[in-house]
């Protein structure tokens, strides 16, 4: 069973390069989620999607959209990417959107971007 | 926002018990108590939840004071693979995960 998937595991990208973060769920959950952290910080959440077809914005959305065309893959994309977005972007998933008490998200290992 | 207070961070012995405390006084009736772990390099993982009474499960109890405004994440014997960040999160509604700075453990051998 392999869960949530990310990739690339890491990326060097020159300031002003586009760059599409992927992410992809095997568990047939509805809602996905972005989140970056940073050295120090706890995790914020960036973009998230109660289900196929839908998105919404989190806490720290400027600079990256998403999309949601089927349940499964949820990438990430930064348009323009700024040295400011340098840090460690997680995806996670979970059965459904919210906080239901059996609600546990599942996190992917991670992509390590760095923005020159 | 109903928020949650950790320590900064923690130390505990290999093979003790460790006993990691959060405070969220403004918690509502309905919020969830839910405590993740990030491992180093690694995501975040689920620990365990609760609403008003004591939870156990194969990774470890969570204690939550009567009037709930407390809660203790209690593992019973630490060993150095428990070393990580420990996040204590109220779950408002319908919303996502909203992480803190947590707890870093450490385990000493």
């Known amino acids: 069973i392999a869960g949530i998937t990310q990739a690339p595991t890491s990326q060097i990208l020159a300031a002003g390069r586009r760059m599409t973060l992927r992410c992809t769920q095997d568990?047939?959950?509805?809602?996905m989620y972005w989140y970056r952290q940073d050295l120090g910080l706890g995790l914020r959440l960036i973009h998230y999607?109660?289900?196929?077809?839908?998105?919404g914005k989190g806490e720290v959305p400027d600079g990256y959209s998403v999309s949601r065309a089927n349940t499964d893959d949820f990438p990430l994309t930064l348009a323009s990417a700024v040295p400011s977005q340098t840090s460690v972007y997680f995806c996670?998933?979970?059965?459904?959107f919210g906080g239901g008490p059996h609600n546990e998200q599942f996190f992917g290992p991670g992509t390590r971007l760095t923005v020159l | 926002d109903a928020k949650t207070t950790q320590p900064n961070s923690m130390e505990s012995n290999e093979e003790e018990p460790v006993h990691l405390p959060c405070n969220h006084s403004?918690?509502?009736?309905?919020?969830?108590i839910h405590w993740y772990r990030q491992l180093p390099s690694q995501g975040p993982e689920y620990v365990i939840h609760?609403?008003?009474s004591n939870v156990n499960n194969r990774m470890a109890s969570l204690a939550i004071a009567e009037d709930r405004k407390s809660s203790t994440l209690i593992l019973h014997r630490a060993t150095l693979r428990d070393a990580a960040v420990y996040y204590c999160?109220?779950?408002?509604?319908?919303?996502?995960?909203?992480f803190g700075k947590g707890t870093r453990l450490s385990v000493i051998a």
């Open positions: 996670a998933s979970s059965a459904s």
């Open positions: 999607s109660n289900t196929a077809g839908t998105t």
């Open positions: 403004t918690i509502s009736g309905t919020d969830y």
């Open positions: 999160i109220l779950r408002i509604g319908n919303t996502p995960l909203v």
């Open positions: 568990m047939r959950h509805n809602a």
């Open positions: 609760g609403l008003t």
